[in-house]
Structure formats: structure tokens, C-alpha cells
């Protein structure tokens, strides 16, 4: 029964659905005006006749202030920035979408492409049972083409379609429908993306015939529930946390009108004030230890801030919110390639250079002054590059090996990092490997986030520990991720890392890794305690036909631009060279078949286990014979390095101590 009367109230202030079609109009009443702040400045005459009970002219002066508003600045779209586009060719996916749109084919997900969603539209259509699908069709991401489409040709068929799906999305997706509707079109994070985004399109559509006042106290009504229905219901932490504050932000500071605003405003402020401290690890990283998401990250805390600025609030901000920020921003940098790429460690998906030249673009306009950040954004024409070579964000546990910042690189980063949250996966130990342009060895990615037991099954294969290039028992998923930082030094021809991790029970994993002559790497692994079972050191290889040696241990890439990789295990007669299945995804619902095996060896519970490993790029086609000794006294956990390697018989003796 609330819920019919919930239903009826709503309806009462809803336009008819008929607008610009002279099919009448809804009855406003005092209660329409509820949301609004009566007393803000600008709206006198929008007061004065709501209390004569005026209701038709009050809409249509509350319609002629925000149609005349100026005052209020959106960060990307504002009224003004209609000649920008008016006449200009859109891109033609933004126009597909726009134009696709109009017939119900939503692009709801790039994983998905176009889907068809019904003359009368069922927004619960669910054709796969991903929940990605679900969630973000109530995102509505087709409706910024749309907008766009709309300033780009004016065009009033955009404006009269975007009013009507707007209003046939609130009567068909009503607040407590069913528990399982709730839980798509009003999960939290969801409804953080339409009230961000439809700032946007009311500057879009604010001028059109079809956004009438009717509409606008639909629009501003409805705005408010949303809003508030945000302010009781954050997410717990993690990045959805992040979202759902940068955007009460945008609301609190874009409709100051609304009775809210201010608690809106304060309490995403409020929450990112607290949340960049939690979730920031001082070396700069998001405690997710997801690239995708630590990027994401420096985009919600900066938007929040030029909201603000532009409310002229950015003093709610203190003077440490933006140095955390820049520190993250440099961290972005010691984890990425010279391509700009990253590892697709913990749910990432494979970045392009022209989005991160962007970003930092973007970036550079609230840190002018640091050339770090102008370097990347103009693809180093300016600006400087770090003074330093290979990095450890020692918090996070991301160690980056480089003996370059240039495109020539070779580059090594390796995931060994404390416990994290949802999207990071059992990898510890794992590692992207890239040498002069090609990522010899990426991550394998995540294919698709959740759904039912078919989605969650091709999710799963991507977690598996297995999968990643680190130490298994008997091919099991890790038990803990919580690497522990052993030693870290870098000097002109070895760097070194070594840290323990308690991979299962009575059985840790200790991985040191040696950059030899900022040239090639030997990998040591041990596997110590008292749990018995096979253990497998993994290794995935980027798509290509590597010739394998069973007999040696060992596997080369054959690529024929002649940049090329070996990769030889030195335990011959203990561990056994065995192919496995492999994969990688690169983006959302695609994924390509790949090399991949492992290195085993049977374990006892009274003795430990070791691997040594070289990982030795070379140019040609014909990979060089290689032989590692270790002499006496070859301690890495010691500090003592003493090794023998030869490289097509010629000797080099790498000796070090720390």
C-alpha cells in the first residue's frame, strides 16, 4: 500500500509523458516545491507566487532562473559551450550511440555492444546474466551522446526523446519496486552516476521546448531523492565510496538551490577529506592495488576539488588533500611503461597511451609546476623526467625495475603488497615484463567482474593464482596476500628485491630478484616449510609461438623484429617444464589464447624447495646459451650476491654485498 501512494505522490509531479504533443499537464501543488530553498538568492519571485499558490508560474520562473543562471559553472558542459559543438561532427561512435539510442538500442556496455531494449522500454531486460549489464544500463550512458548530438545539430528529436525516456526510466524504476530492482537501478554507486551526469544534461537541454517547467520539477524532484537517497546509503569503502562522494560534490555544488545541497556537499567532502588518508598509502598507491582504479581514484579526488573550486569551496579542501593527490600521480608513473601502459594487476584493463596523455593533461592543469607531470602530458617535449631509475612504492608493494625512461626501456614491475580488497586477485609475486616496446609477459587480466554461476565460472579462471607468474602448492590459490618487504637496494649494475610471503599454510614463498647490468633478470625462489604437494612457479608469455626445450628448461619467443626473450629454469633433473593453458584479456569480454607452463618440483614436508630462473632479452632470432652458477657464499637473504653467468661462454661474475 506505501508503495502505490509513494507511486501516486511521485505522479503527481510528473509531466505527462506526452510533452510537446499538447496532451496536458500535471498538477503541481505546494509539495512540488519542497525540494526547493525558497530563500536562496534569485529565487524572490518563484517564492512570492508559490505563496499566492501560483504553482504554473512558479515552475515557469523557477524555469526562466535556471535557463538565465550563469553564477553556477559545470566543469565540462555549461550553456555557453553549445557553439563548441553546434555544426561540429561528432565522433562516430558518440553518434551511433546517440542515433541508436533514439530506437531503444542502449549501449549499456562496451563488453556487450548495442542492445535492444524494446519499443516500450523494459529496463529490466537482463539477455546475459551479467551484472555489469544490469547495473550499468541504469547509468544511462547513452544519454551524454544524445546530448551531444543535440548541441551538435540541433535537432530537437535528442531533446524530446532524452525528456521522455528520463521520465519513463522514474515511473518504471520507482524506489522499493522489488528487492531485485533495487538492487540494480539503485545500487548507490549507480545513482552517483546520474546525479554527476545529469548536471550535464540539464545545461544540454535546459533550452529546449521539451524541457518545460512541468519537466523541470520532475527533473529537479526526482534530482533530490536521488541525492539524498545517497546521503543514507554509501557504500562501505573502496572506490565506490570514492565515486558516490566526488559526485554528492557535483550535486551539492551544482544545485544549491535544493534544499539538501549543503549536506550533500559537506558529506562528499567530508568523506574524501577522510577516505584520501585510509585509502592512499603514503607511497601514493590506492590501497585496491588496481592501476585502473588508482587512476580512477586521482580522477574522483580532482574532480571533487574543481567542483569546488569552481563553488568557490576549495578551501574545505586542506593543503595535504592535493599533495596526496600528486604523490599518486607520480606513483601512476613508476608503475607504467614508457607506452604509457600498465600491468593488469587486480581487475585492470589494458590503457592507451592517447587516454593517459589526457589524463595527464588534465592533471598538469592543477599541478602546473611539476615537470614530472609535464613530462607525461606532453609526451616529453617538456618537462622533466624522474631522477631516478627502478622505484619501489614500498607501501603498496609495486617495485618497478628500469633501465630507462625512453622507449628503448627494459622494464620489470612486480606486484608483492599487503592484503587488498574486491578486485585484487591472489597474484602475489607476479610481474608484467617489458622490453623495447612489446610486453613480453602481461597480466592476465579479469574478462569479465560477476553474475551467475556461468559469468562468476569465466571471472574465476582469471583470479586463479595459477595463472599469474608466482609460486602454487598442488596449483591451489593463494591462501594470504601479505608480502613482507625483505630487501630493497638499486645500484648501477644490480638491483635487488626480496620479500617473503605466507602463500599457505606452513608454506611461505620467498622470491629475490636480481637486475643484472640493467639488462636481465634471475629470479630465486623458495618454497619453505612444512606443507607437502607440488610446487609450480608459473609463466605466462604475450600471444606468439615460443619454441619450448624440455630437455633445458627453457622457452624463447620468436618474434621476427627480432626483440625477443628466454626464459631458462637451472634446477635440470628436479623440475619438470609442463605447458599449461593460457589466456589473456585485455579488455571486457575478450580474450586470446597464449603461451603459458610451469616449472614443478615435488615437495616434502621436511625439505624446501628452490628455482633459479633467468629471464634474458636479446636481439635476433637465435637465443644465447646461458648458464648460472652460484658460488660460495651466494646469500641473497644475507645481502650476499656471488654468482657466475655465462653468456654464450663468456663469463661475467656478479658479486655484491649489502
Known amino acids: 500500500m506505501m508503495k502505490i501512494i509513494s507511486l501516486y505522490i511521485l505522479l503527481l509531479i510528473l509531466p505527462s509523458l506526452a510533452i510537446g504533443q499538447n496532451k496536458g499537464k500535471s498538477k503541481l501543488t505546494q509539495e512540488s516545491f519542497d525540494c526547493i530553498n525558497l530563500n536562496y538568492t534569485g529565487l524572490e519571485e518563484v517564492k512570492k507566487l508559490v505563496v499566492n499558490k501560483k504553482y504554473d508560474a512558479a515552475s515557469e520562473a523557477l524555469l526562466k532562473y535556471y535557463q538565465q543562471r550563469s553564477n553556477i559553472k559545470h566543469p565540462e558542459y555549461n550553456k555557453e559551450d553549445r557553439a563548441k559543438f553546434f555544426g561540429k561532427k561528432l565522433t562516430k561512435d558518440v553518434q551511433e550511440k546517440a542515433d541508436k539510442g533514439l530506437e531503444h538500442l542502449f549501449f549499456v556496455h562496451k563488453g556487450y555492444g548495442f542492445i535492444d531494449y524494446g519499443h516500450d522500454i523494459n529496463w529490466q531486460h ?6 555489469e549489464i544490469r547495473w550499468q544500463l541504469h547509468r544511462n550512458y547513452w544519454w551524454l551522446p544524445m546530448g551531444l548530438a543535440y548541441w551538435s545539430s540541433s535537432d530537437e528529436k535528442y531533446a524530446k526523446e532524452w525528456v521522455f525516456q528520463y521520465l519513463d526510466w522514474i515511473n518504471k524504476n520507482p524506489l522499493g519496486l522489488s528487492q ?15 546525479i554527476q551526469d545529469q548536471t550535464a544534461m540539464f545545461n544540454i537541454f535546459i ?29 562501505d569503502k573502496g572506490n565506490h565510496l570514492l565515486f558516490e562522494a566526488q559526485r554528492m560534490i557535483y550535486a551539492g555544488c551544482f544545485f544549491p538551490e535544493l534544499k539538501n545541497a549543503e549536506s550533500w556537499r559537506k558529506s562528499g567532502i567530508n568523506i574524501l577529506n577522510t577516505e584520501i588518508k585510509k585509502q592512499i598509502y603514503p607511497d601514493g598507491l590506492q590501497f585496491e592495488l588496481s592501476p585502473n582504479y588508482h587512476v580512477a581514484g586521482i580522477n574522483i579526488f580532482l574532480k571533487a576539488f574543481r567542483m569546488a573550486q ?8 586542506p593543503a595535504s588533500y592535493k599533495q596526496i593527490i600528486e604523490n599518486m600521480i607520480i606513483a601512476t608513473g613508476n608503475f607504467s611503461f614508457p607506452d604509457y601502459s600498465y600491468p593488469m594487476f587486480s581487475d585492470a584493463k589494458l590503457e592507451f597511451k592517447d587516454d593517459m596523455i589526457k589524463n595527464y593533461k588534465s592533471w598538469l592543469e592543477v599541478f602546473p609546476d611539476n615537470k614530472v607531470i609535464e613530462y607525461y602530458a606532453t609526451d616529453g617535449k617538456k618537462g622533466e623526467l624522474p631522477n631516478y631509475l627502478s622505484h619501489a612504492l614500498k ?60 559469468i562468476l565460472k569465466l571471472r574465476n579462471w582469471y583470479r586463479q593464482t595459477k595463472v599469474h607468474k608466482t609460486l602454487t602448492l598442488n596449483n591451489e590459490n593463494l591462501d594470504s596476500c601479505d608480502a613482507k618487504l625483505i630487501r ?7 638491483d635487488i628485491l626480496v620479500y617473503k610471503n605466507p602463500s599457505y599454510e606452513n608454506l611461505n614463498h620467498i622470491r629475490t630478484v636480481l637486475f643484472i647490468d640493467k639488462k636481465y633478470f634471475i629470479i630465486f625462489d623458495s618454497a619453505e616449510g612444512e606443507a607437502k604437494g607440488t610446487i609450480g612457479i608459473h609463466f605466462q608469455l604475450a600471444e606468439g609461438d615460443p619454441i619450448y626445450s624440455i630437455k633445458e628448461n627453457s622457452v624463447a619467443t620468436t618474434y621476427k623484429d627480432g626483440n625477443n626473450l628466454i626464459i631458462k629454469n637451472f634446477n635440470t633433473g628436479n623440475a619438470k617444464l609442463v605447458k599449461e593453458e593460457g589466456k589473456v584479456s585485455y579488455s571486457y569480454r575478450q580474450e586470446l589464447i597464449r603461451p603459458a607452463f610451469v616449472l614443478e618440483q615435488e615437495k616434502t614436508n621436511t625439505n624446501n624447495i628452490n628455482f633459479t630462473t633467468i629471464l634474458y632479452p636479446f636481439q635476433g632470432n637465435t637465443p644465447p646459451k646461458i648458464e648460472v652458477k652460484e658460488e660460495k657464499n651466494n646469500n641473497p637473504l644475507e645481502g650476499s650476491i656471488n654468482l657466475s653467468v655465462f653468456i654464450d661462454g663468456k663469463k661475467h661474475t656478479i658479486k655484491h654485498k649489502f
Open 126 to 131: 537482463w539477455p546475459i546474466k551479467d551484472n
Open 310 to 317: 569552481l563553488a568557490g569551496m576549495e578551501t574545505e579542501f
Open 207 to 235: 533550452t529546449s521546448p521539451h524541457f518545460t517547467s512541468d519537466f523541470l520539477m520532475a527533473f529537479l524532484n526526482h534530482y533530490q531523492k536521488q541525492a539524498n537517497y545517497i546521503l543514507d546509503k554509501y557504500s
Open 395 to 454: 607501501d603498496g608493494g609495486f617495485y618497478t625495475f628500469r633501465n630507462s625512461w625512453k622507449d628503448t626501456a627494459t622494464v620489470m614491475v612486480l606486484k608483492a603488497s599487503p592484503p587488498a580488497f574486491w578486485h585484487s586477485q591472489p597474484d602475489n609475486g607476479t610481474f608484467d615484463l617489458w622490453v623495447k616496446g612489446r610486453n613480453f609477459m602481461p597480466d592476465a587480466g579479469a574478462y569479465v567482474y560477476g553474475g551467475d554461476e556461468e
Open 488 to 494: 630493497w637496494n638499486t645500484s648501477d649494475n644490480l
Open 180 to 194: 531485485e530492482n533495487d538492487k540494480f537501478a539503485w545500487r548507490p554507486l549507480e545513482v552517483s552516476t546520474r
